[in-house]
């Protein structure tokens, strides 16, 4: 079979797996808290940019099931298998197909199937750098302002795309001194720049929510230990593959030879420099394996001009058999019973998804009871929320994630009215008696595990804002006195006494 025809049947064979995941697979939490977002659309949300809700809220107008929504991840990574492929052809079209297919059959690529904020990421940080890679070989200007538009929209996913920007000057800086490209790189920046002062705006007049969550509150606990090291090392290796570690070791000399050439270097700044920064900041934080999928397919570029034909080809062969060693156990775990499970502690969190839309229908009733839906968590409110097809807010502090809710719920106009409150643990009554006139307890039983419902009757809006907002207006809207910002949506909602 020639390498056109074997990189087009992995192609379609991979994306039918995924398909197959994305049908099978229920709702993340994460996933249907990024439906909320969809269904409230603003150029920014409380954890991250706005991308990833932007495309949900499209693919809202075709449908919500599960793999209509999931098809940015399952078709996303599918597109950079091609534009890896194109990339490379006119060098070599054997290796290219190698290369490609490489990436295709990679646990990385065929599980990957969750819309996450990393998934519009990974494509516009791909596309900004082929972009650029196409305007340093036609020397274009054109191209310059693609790679540009294409990086602020990288931006506009997760602020990880800020590391491209660290290889790129990494490259400019290495690449000696050349007025064309000081001059693309100029264009570049310049495209970009909307992008980041839209965020910048939004953030202004939003409590600086992007800013305070990802530097300071979700950072303060962190502390040093060797544990999160190995865990960052593990991860390299889990999804670099031992194969390949091999084959670079042996071609270190080559890598230092060809880090000469231009498109090397662009890719290996790309891959390198970000992968040092997390190394750096690995110490202190647990790199997730999520954090640096965004640079991994620069990775597969570098694979094509240091390895062998023959060695992609046994890197190939292995990583076939390793992704297909995590399709077996997926598929055990999906025919075992679901009370194989019953005595760990994610069983309950597994009912929860799996047997969601029976849940649904316990609290139907108490809808037409006039009461207001809620859930003590943002992972069970999101994912009741999707399944119900209605929003439930968070009743509570929650957590130090996913906050979108303060902005989506006001309970200043819940005042007096009836609650319910979905719950996979036994309620402390005593927590709820504060906030209403009267409170019970009711629970039904689904595979085993017992599901409550708190039940209140009159809620009590003065108290809940002093003993529940007040403390989350301190821990979580406390801006930092050098921050200049527009009124802070939750102060004036809650505190407006507290204005100036």
């Given amino acids: 079979m020639n390498p056109q025809a074997s990189f087009k049947l992995v192609l379609l064979a991979t994306l039918a797996v995924k398909l197959v995941l994305a049908w099978i697979l229920p709702m993340s939490g994460d996933e249907a808290y990024f439906i909320v977002w969809a269904k409230h659309p603003d150029f920014g949300f409380y954890d991250h940019p706005p991308m990833v809700g932007w495309i949900l809220q499209l693919l809202l107008y075709f449908g ?75 020397d274009s200007l ?20 800020a590391l491209l920007g660290v290889g790129y000057l990494a490259y400019f800086i290495f690449s000696g001194r050349d007025r064309q490209k000081m001059q693309g790189f100029a264009l570049l920046l310049l495209v970009a720049l909307p992008f980041a002062l839209l965020n910048l705006y939004w953030n202004y007049t939003h409590c600086w929510d992007n800013i305070l969550f990802n530097f300071y509150t979700r950072n303060e606990a962190e502390q040093l230990s060797p544990g999160k090291v190995a865990i960052y090392l593990g991860t390299q290796v889990y999804l670099m593959t031992p194969p390949i570690i091999y084959y670079l070791f042996r071609h270190r000399a080559g890598f230092r030879r060809k880090i000469r050439r231009d498109d090397f270097r662009l890719f290996a700044c790309a891959f390198l420099l970000p992968m040092a ?70 069983y309950d969190g597994i009912v929860f998804m799996f047997k969601n839309d029976e849940i649904v229908e ?37 957590s130090l994630h996913a906050r979108q809710d303060d902005m989506v719920t006001d309970f200043r106009q819940f005042a007096g009215r009836n609650i319910l409150i979905v719950k996979k643990s036994a309620p402390d009554m005593a927590q709820y008696r504060p906030y209403f006139k009267s409170v019970e307890s009711r629970q039904f039983e689904l595979r085993g595990v017992t599901f409550h419902f708190v039940l209140g009757y009159g809620f009590d809006y003065g108290n809940y804002r002093n003993l529940v907002l007040k403390p989350i207006k301190d821990k979580y809207y406390h801006i930092p006195a050098f921050l200049p910002h527009a009124p802070c949506y939750f102060c004036e909602k809650y505190f407006p006494e507290e204005r100036g």
């Fill in 64 to 138: 919500s099931s599960e793999v209509v929504l999931r098809l940015p991840a399952i078709l996303l990574s599918t597109l950079i298998g091609i534009g890896i492929y194109q990339l490379l052809k006119p060098h070599d079209e054997t290796r290219a197909a190698l290369v490609a297919m490489l990436f295709l059959v990679s646990p990385l690529n065929v599980l990957n199937v969750l819309v996450t904020t990393d998934t519009p990421l990974i494509l516009f940080v791909f596309l900004s750098a082929a972009s650029l890679l196409k305007a340093l070989q036609k």
């Fill in 142 to 161: 054109g191209w310059y302002a693609l790679s540009g538009a294409f990086f602020g929209l990288a931006f506009l996913s997760k602020y990880f795309a």
């Fill in 277 to 346: 920064v997390f190394a750096l900041l690995s110490p202190t934080k647990v790199i997730g394996l999520h954090w640096v999928l965004a640079f991994y397919p620069f990775l597969y570029v570098l694979l094509h001009h240091l390895l062998s034909r023959e060695e992609l080809v046994k890197s190939l062969n292995f990583m076939a058999w390793f992704c297909a060693a995590h399709l077996a156990a997926i598929a055990v775990i999906a025919f075992l019973p679901m009370e194989t499970w019953k005595n760990t502690k994610l």
């Fill in 362 to 398: 316990r609290v139907r009733p108490y809808e037409g009871q006039q009461f207001l839906l809620a859930a003590d968590g943002y992972t069970p409110a999101a994912i009741i929320s999707y399944h119900y097809g209605r929003n439930f807010f968070v009743f509570g502090e929650g």
